[in-house]
Structure formats: structure tokens, C-alpha cells
């Protein structure tokens, strides 16, 4: 079976400083993709990151780190320097290779940057 | 840039109404994808299209259809519209995996907010 699971409801980070979404997933294909999305309040959904199942390092986009620990089957957005602007909802997905092309999404955290 | 547009940000429909939600890319994407979105249960799969008049079912298909006439146009449709199909509706497109890579994002649109009443 394929599942992502995102345990963190609701989060807050003071500005300015780090913050880490935590992001397990479950399959059995040994070849997949892992994603990050972000959803403003306005509803658009915004891809961020992505990482390959085969990937040696760990995937970075500006601020955007992917935390990729194959063996435990996590894969942690780390946002560094929070800005106010971050305040959204975050999704965590997954592609595996096979399927259809079927992508499959967690639950969401919410993240609030305090000022 | 890719871009999905969704015919409407915000419908209401009444009870019983045959309602239509359409999606537009214009990137050539051969997937296309229709979710909804609800408090707490992030996105889960109705249905989905990998080319011209093909579709597979996705998670919650019941009380939904779907139409690929053209690659660019993925439609969903509620038959008979009921109150517990009043959410969030989002559209995505995505190139397939190619050579065994799962390197392609989906794109989404901005979304339909439909209320059933």
C-alpha cells in the first residue's frame, strides 16, 4: 500500500528562524519521487521541492531543504530563515514509479510564522 | 510556465443539479488529475486521465464522472449534486514518468470552492 503520513496538525515559528515539517511515507516500489507542496490561504497549490528515490544528496530550492532519510522512510522539509509570507499549508506527496502516475498526498501542516 | 485554469474559483449549485467543473493546461500534459480537498484530510484522488478519453478511477469516484474529449480539457461532473459534495475541487496535469523517473511534479490550478445547498 502507498501512504504519506504527516503527524503535525498545526505549527508555529517565531520569524527569521528554522523550521522542520516532518513527512513519512510507505511503499513498496523501489523507484519513486517525493514532493512538497505549498497551499496559501488563496488556495493555489505551489510545488517547491522534490527528491528522487535514487537521489545521493539531499534536494535544495532556495530555502528549501529536503531532510531525505531513505531508510527510515522520512523525507522533512526544512524551511530556513521563516518569513511571514511561509504562513500556509504544506503538503507532503509521493510518486511511485509505477501505478499509473498516480501521485499520493498527506494529510497537510499548517504552518503559522509569528512576527 | 504551466498553467491550469479551472472555469470557476467559487460555485454554488443546488441540490439534484448536474454540475461541471472544467480544466484547462497548456503544457501537453497527458495526465490530469481531479481531487478534493477537505479540513483534515488533505487531497484524495477522484479520478484521473493518462490520455484523450482514457480514465481510471481514483480514491472517491462515487457520485462523480469524468470527460477527456480533447488532451487540454479534463472535466469532472456531479451527476446529481448533494450537500456532502460541497469542498474544495483541484485540478492538476502532469507529464508521465518517462525511463523509469517519478521526477515530475503536478501542476495544479487555483481551485473551485463549490457549496452543494
Known amino acids: 500500500a502507498q501512504k504519506i503520513t504527516q503527524t503535525q496538525p498545526g505549527m508555529f515559528v517565531q520569524e527569521k528562524e528554522a523550521v522542520t515539517l516532518d513527512c513519512t511515507y510507505d511503499?513498496?516500489?523501489?523507484?519513486?519521487?517525493l514532493f512538497w507542496y505549498k497551499q496559501p490561504s488563496s488556495g493555489e497549490m505551489i510545488f517547491l521541492i522534490y527528491?528522487?528515490?535514487?537521489?545521493?544528496q539531499n534536494a535544495t530550492e532556495g530555502r528549501y531543504s529536503l531532510n531525505f532519510q531513505k531508510a527510515r522512510k522520512s523525507a522533512n522539509l526544512v524551511i530556513s530563515a521563516s518569513q511571514l509570507g511561509d504562513s500556509a499549508m504544506y503538503f507532503c506527496?509521493?510518486?511511485?514509479?509505477?501505478?499509473?502516475?498516480?501521485?499520493?498526498f498527506g494529510s497537510g501542516t499548517k504552518l503559522n510564522v509569528k512576527p | 510556465d504551466v498553467k491550469v485554469t479551472q472555469s470557476s474559483r467559487y460555485l454554488v449549485k443546488r441540490t439534484g443539479e448536474k454540475v461541471f467543473l472544467e480544466c484547462v493546461q497548456d503544457?501537453?500534459?497527458?495526465?490530469m488529475f481531479w481531487y478534493r480537498q477537505d479540513p483534515g484530510l488533505g487531497l484524495r484522488l477522484i479520478y484521473f486521465?493518462?490520455?484523450?478519453?482514457?480514465?481510471e478511477k481514483g480514491d472517491i469516484p462515487e457520485g462523480y464522472s469524468v470527460s477527456r474529449e480533447k488532451k487540454e480539457r479534463f472535466s469532472l461532473i456531479l451527476e446529481s449534486a448533494s450537500t456532502n459534495q460541497t469542498s474544495m475541487y483541484l485540478c492538476?496535469?502532469?507529464?508521465?514518468?518517462?525511463?523509469?523517473?517519478?521526477?515530475?511534479?503536478?501542476?495544479f490550478g487555483d481551485g473551485t470552492r463549490l457549496s452543494i445547498l
Open positions: 492538476a496535469s502532469s507529464l508521465p514518468s518517462r525511463q523509469g523517473s517519478s521526477n515530475q511534479p503536478q501542476h
Open positions: 486521465s493518462y490520455d484523450v478519453k482514457m480514465k
Open positions: 527528491q528522487g528515490s535514487y537521489d545521493q
Open positions: 511503499t513498496s516500489d523501489p523507484s519513486y519521487g
Open positions: 503544457m501537453d500534459h497527458e495526465n
Open positions: 506527496a509521493m510518486r511511485p514509479r509505477g501505478n499509473f502516475n498516480k501521485f499520493y
